[in-house]
Nanobody, 116 residues
Framework: VQLQASGGGLVQPGGSLRLSCAASGIDFQFYGVAWYRQAPGKQRELTASMTAAGSANYADSVKGRFTISRDNSKNTVYLQMNNLNAEDTAVYYC???????????WGQGTLVTVSS
């Protein structure tokens, strides 16, 4: 099983990025997916999640700016991030969790830096 996160980088305040997380070795359609982030010196926090059925939830800090989506045909989950600010700087991790067994798989993280 492998979750490969990509798409991080350096972006100016107000800019946008799209993260991707490609899964292999699992039957992706039966997994809920989520993006977490961990800022320097802080605990990892849930940023956005989507159930296997496609229902999405967001942390209050990103509502209206971030959008989680999934493409089961590509075994991939995305996080579209708009209007980024310095507080969004973090390592972003993707997670897949089986809807029944609750078994989790994590990606390796991708760094997002928001700075002018």
């Amino acid at each position: 099983v492998q979750l490969q996160a990509s798409g991080g980088g350096l972006v100016q305040p107000g800019g946008s990025l799209r993260l991707s997380c490609a899964a292999s070795g699992i039957d992706f359609q039966f997994y809920g997916v989520a993006w977490y982030r961990q800022a320097p010196g802080k605990q990892r926090e849930l940023t956005a999640s989507m159930t296997a059925a496609g229902s999405a939830n967001y942390a209050d800090s990103v509502k209206g700016r971030f959008t989680i989506s999934r493409d089961n045909s590509k075994n991939t989950v995305y996080l579209q991030m708009n209007n980024l600010n310095a507080e969004d700087t973090a390592v972003y991790y993707c997670k897949a969790q089986h809807r029944l067994s609750r078994r989790e798989h994590w990606g390796q993280g991708t760094l997002v830096t928001v700075s002018s």
